[in-house]
Nanobody, 124 residues
Framework: QVQLVESGGGLVQAGGSLRLSCAASGLAFKTGSMGWFRQALGKEREFVAAIMWSAGDTLYADSVKGRFTLSKDNAKRTVDLQMNNLKPADTAVYYC?????????????????WGQGTQVTVSS
């Protein structure tokens, strides 16, 4: 059974940093990609960033480009999202998602598995 577990959320002041981690277990992902999405209160879930397991190609939403950085550890099956220069607008529940086969995608429908989410709150 595939399981995605996020960690690292919390409360931080504007301008601060947090590092989210997603641990994937249950499937040997040799292809595919991992994505991060977020959902603010009262808003729809939106794409944040994605990374391919094999080539390591990354894709970022314009709103986080230059501030957020993805990294992966294929052996540990973890994907980290380093978030710097956080803004109150980044406040949301952040979800990790796994796409079993295929490249980076901004579309939720392309992801096969989802984590439970971790709260990130940025105070002004």
């Amino acid at each position: 059974q595939v399981q995605l577990v996020e960690s690292g959320g919390g409360l931080v002041q504007a301008g601060g940093s947090l590092r989210l981690s997603c641990a994937a277990s249950g499937l040997a992902f040799k292809t595919g990609s991992m994505g991060w999405f977020r959902q603010a209160l009262g808003k729809e879930r939106e794409f944040v960033a994605a990374i391919m397991w094999s080539a390591g190609d990354t894709l970022y939403a314009d709103s986080v480009k230059g501030r957020f950085t993805l990294s992966k550890d294929n052996a540990k099956r973890t994907v980290d999202l380093q978030m710097n220069n956080l803004k109150p607008a980044d406040t949301a529940v952040y979800y990790c998602a796994a796409r079993y086969f295929g490249g980076n995608s901004i579309y939720q429908r392309n992801y096969d598995y989802w984590g439970q989410g971790t709260q990130v709150t940025v105070s002004s």
